[in-house]
């Protein structure tokens, strides 16, 4: 991997963590987009990781810039942003993408490896999705908590150009003895971990709650049932291989095993009266029913009590 150009697109929670990661072994080799207050903390400190699964350790990048005009065309470019900023980044990245470019999306929902395959068909654009718990802190620190912290790489695209793609972006995770898995039906993976998302992510943030809340709740745990159930339903319907019982798989492992405190991005973004990705969950989940002729009454109800709470605060 050596001469290896690597650009991170959004370093947040999740591009800090991967940035910290990378950096490990090839600070050298990366480069950070970051604007304003975050550029700059990026140029002075680097990345200050703080994870309980890996360890601590500061990265130091090759360079930090406000924009892919910055820089040569790269070799890898990780696009790790919400889904609502997905066009603006890919904007800025796009100056640095090049024929010979992976991109890889590390992002919630279903549909960012599309979304970046439709504004970029000339790169190798693979697709991957990470378990973890792990936030911006305000100093631009980036906090890992928890006993886990995994990746699941592949294609959906199954020609032997992006595989050959996505197997190398793989093989650069584990040289850093990143958590990685390596997925022949990425799918089927980004599905599962949706339905979880559609389930609990929703359900904590329209209750600003955690698993401990939702466990002295009946109402609300059978609502993240009910939505959990929705989303495989849609899942299927689109023809992805849900290995069967996956929800209530996913709601058992919320309800039996997941730490009280635990709580998700949705919610923290919604707290705090950020944006929040609601459509990368159930706006996704909505028009797909739409599409199949579905009907998905729990997760309509919690669209529109979503939507209300987030207009609410950003009139």
Known sequence: MEDFKITIAGVGAIGGLLAGMLGRKYANQITLIARGKHGEVLKDKGVVLRSDFYGDSTMCPAAVV??????PVQDLVLVCCKNYSVDQLSEIVRPCIGPD?????????????????????????????????????????????????????????RDERHIEASKKIYELFKSVNFDVRY??????????KFI?????????ARYLTNTGGMRRNSEWSGDLYKLMMEAEKVGKAEGVNIPEG???????YV???????????LKRDV??????????????????AEKYGIDVPCTRRYHKGLSEMIEAYTK
């Open 271 to 288: 707290e705090a009266k950020r944006p929040a990705e609601l459509d990368a969950f159930l706006g996704a989940v909505i028009r797909k």
């Open 183 to 192: 997925s022949n039906d990425i799918m089927s993976e980004i599905w599962q």
């Open 196 to 204: 979880l998302n559609c389930g609990f992510n929703v359900v904590t």
């Open 246 to 252: 996956t929800a209530k798989i996913k709601y058992n």
């Open 255 to 265: 309800m039996d095993k997941q730490g009280d405190e635990a709580t998700s991005s």
């Open 66 to 71: 406000s924009d892919g005009r910055d820089i």
């Open 101 to 157: 470019t992976i991109v890889m999306p590390v992002m919630n929902g279903v549909e960012p490896g599309d979304t970046l395959r439709d504004k970029f068909p000339e790169a190798n654009c693979i697709d991957s999705l990470i378990y973890t718990i792990t936030s911006k802190e305000p100093d631009f620190s980036v906090r890992q908590t928890g006993i886990y912290t995994h990746m699941f790489i592949g294609t959906k695209i």
